[in-house]
T-cell receptor
Framework: GAVVSQHPSWVICKSGTSVKIECRSL??????MFWYRQFPKQSLMLMAT?????????EQGVEKDKFLINHASLTLSTLTVTSAHPEDSSFYIC???????????????FGPGTRLTVL | KQEVTQIPAALSVPEGENLVLNCSFT??????LQWFRQDPGKGLTSLLL?????REQTSGRLNASLDKSSGRSTLYIAASQPGDSATYLC???????????FGKGTRLSVIA
């Protein structure tokens, strides 16, 4: 159980276009989803936290108008990179968490990641 | 703000050696600590999760320990194999509703 999928697994786009990445929890309801980005040989950096039905909370330095996050259902969150530029090229990983033990979550389950390359 | 540090940043060992990866964190008020494995260009694979009330967890050749009061965890890999080559990430979940905070990882190479 606790499987999280991401689509697409990789995408190449032209500078100035928008790209949407989907994150789905396949066998549980995810009350909270997280989006991370990872540059080569770097660790994961949290971009934003989203709770179903409410606006995402962005980390300092992350442009909310550039990285649009929607968490419209308990099994789906999307990240849209708007007007993508080469510096947005990165590995984007989502994770999903569920209610457990009186906390909003106690374990995050990670998707396989999406490799974005902006030409 | 929680900070997670992993030492060493990279490690190369011959096949068969036992090895230890280290992780330290600045805020001991954690809910749990998790070790992940990441292969190049891939997502994360959860290896071991230790609750704050636990001292260690074991899975096969892997053993993770936790000393919450001193802010330290170690991942012990016994009889290393070339297939163990990957980046190992340590991550801490805070006692409040805060997301995982990751270390920068240790890149392990096991040479046949």
């Amino acid at each position: 159980g606790a499987v999280v999928s991401q689509h697409p697994s990789w995408v190449i786009c032209k500078s100035g276009t928008s790209v949407k990445i989907e994150c789905r929890s396949l066998d549980f309801q995810a009350t909270t989803m997280f989006w991370y980005r990872q540059f080569p040989k770097q660790s994961l950096m949290l971009m934003a936290t989203s709770n179903e039905g409410s606006k995402a909370t962005y980390e300092q330095g992350v442009e909310k108008d550039k990285f649009l996050i929607n968490h419209a259902s308990l099994t789906l969150s999307t990240l849209t990179v708007t007007s993508a530029h080469p510096e947005d090229s990165s590995f984007y990983i989502c994770s999903a968490a569920r209610l457990a033990g009186g906390r909003s979550y106690n374990e995050q389950f990670f998707g396989p990641g999406t490799r974005l390359t902006v030409l | 703000k929680q900070e997670v540090t992993q030492i060493p940043a990279a490690l190369s060992v011959p096949e068969g050696e036992n090895l230890v990866l280290n992780c330290s964190f600045t805020d001991s008020a954690i809910y749990n600590l998790q070790w992940f494995r990441q292969d190049p260009g891939k997502g994360l694979t959860s290896l071991l999760l230790i609750q704050s009330s636990q001292r260690e967890q074991t899975s096969g050749r892997l053993n993770a320990s936790l000393d919450k009061s001193s802010g330290r965890s170690t991942l012990y890999i016994a009889a290393s194999q070339p297939g163990d080559s990957a980046t190992y990430l340590c991550a801490v979940l805070g006692s409040g509703n805060t997301p995982l905070v990751f270390g920068k990882g240790t890149r392990l190479s096991v040479i046949a």
